[in-house]
């Protein structure tokens, strides 16, 4: 999303003033890194954001109800998410385990066949 932002004042007043100006949607599924996407204005606003800022931004364009801001967003998640077991997406997302420990040993053994949770 490539946006322009000036401050603009009228009758004395200021407004900041945000005019997106063109948008590339991200494809799905992301088979490049997501800054391939991206053009220089998007890639530096989300230059900084760890885990923790992009699971904001979520929410934030989620209750604003900002779908462009949200794709951003959820695509920086996904960029996240793949790098990361089972245990570790958890422990991001702050999920429950609601499995019995039999069943949590069970899940750990399959995993540790397939090799995910090295």
Same mark, same amino acid.
């Given at each position: 999303m490539t946006a322009h932002h000036h401050l603009q004042v009228m @009758?004395? @007043?200021?407004? !900041?003033v945000v005019q997106r100006v =063109?948008? =590339?949607?991200?494809?799905r599924p992301m088979v490049l890194p997501l800054n391939e996407y991206?053009?220089?204005?998007?890639?530096r606003f989300i230059k900084d954001w760890d885990? /923790?800022? /992009?699971?904001?931004m979520i929410k934030a364009a989620t209750m604003? @109800? !900002?779908?462009?801001l949200l794709e951003l967003a959820?695509?920086?998640?996904?960029?996240y998410l793949c790098y990361k077991n089972i245990f570790g997406i958890r422990t991001l997302l702050?999920?429950? @385990?609601d499995f019995t420990p039999n069943e949590m040993a069970e899940i750990r053994k399959e995993l540790m066949e397939d090799d995910v949770v090295n």
């Open positions: @009758n004395g @007043n200021a407004y !900041y =063109r948008w =590339r949607e991200i494809p991206l053009d220089p204005v998007d890639q885990e /923790t800022m /992009t699971m904001r604003l @109800n !900002y779908a462009m959820s695509a920086k998640l996904a960029s702050h999920a429950e @385990n």
